[in-house]
């Protein structure tokens, strides 16, 4: 039980509700990427009972998880979160005994995602995660030399850190891109699965 609780407060925690169709969050809540690190098998077994007790402690301190975007072993989340402050939504954590490697503010977006689903990627292709920091707001790596696009971009409020979510056939070639850009980046993680509060 204890383990579906820590895999289930992980999920939650690391979604938040975006207002519907728009770019930024409401002007009384803030957006939130954090970063967490689960040991393996953590996320098994979150289910509809252990994701409503996450929401409800995340609804105690004003929080709303919107998605985590995690990798194929479920040991590394990169969760979108709306709150009033960075404050509540480390308490939203501490009450769902979630980790947090880091935790950044994203108030501007580039093309945001439909509520409750991830963008359709075209057959063959995956999704990656692409960290920038330093003057890397809304880089578009579209490049139909390597068959690259840009699904959705959070952006910090000084435009210099960015987390992009591309589609393409495969790590290399969004590297490729990146490289061709001539944006600098950081990191590049697989990210094929989103987990929702719902």
Known sequence: MMKAIYAATAVAVGTTALV???????AAQHRYLIE??????????????VKAKVNANNKSVGVAWEKSYTNANKTKTYCV???PSEGA???????????????????????PEPMGSPQKITAGNQRFLVTRRGDAAFHDLNDDKFG??????????????SYSVYEGPSFSAVEQAAK???????????????????
Request: aromatic fraction near 6%.
């Open 20 to 26: 519907a169709n728009a770019a930024e969050p409401a």
């Open 89 to 111: 939504v480390r308490e939203a954590a501490k009450l769902n005994g979630l980790p947090i490697d880091s935790i950044v503010e994203v108030p501007l977006s580039s093309k």
């Open 180 to 198: 061709a850009s001539g944006a600098p980046f950081e990191s590049i993680a697989a990210v094929p699965e989103t987990l929702y509060p719902n």
């Open 148 to 161: 690259v696009r840009l699904l959705t971009s959070y952006v910090t409020a000084d435009k210099r850190n």
């Open 36 to 49: 967490r690190t689960f040991p393996e098998g953590a996320l098994d077994g979150v289910d509809d009972s």
């Open 81 to 83: 979160y709306n709150g």
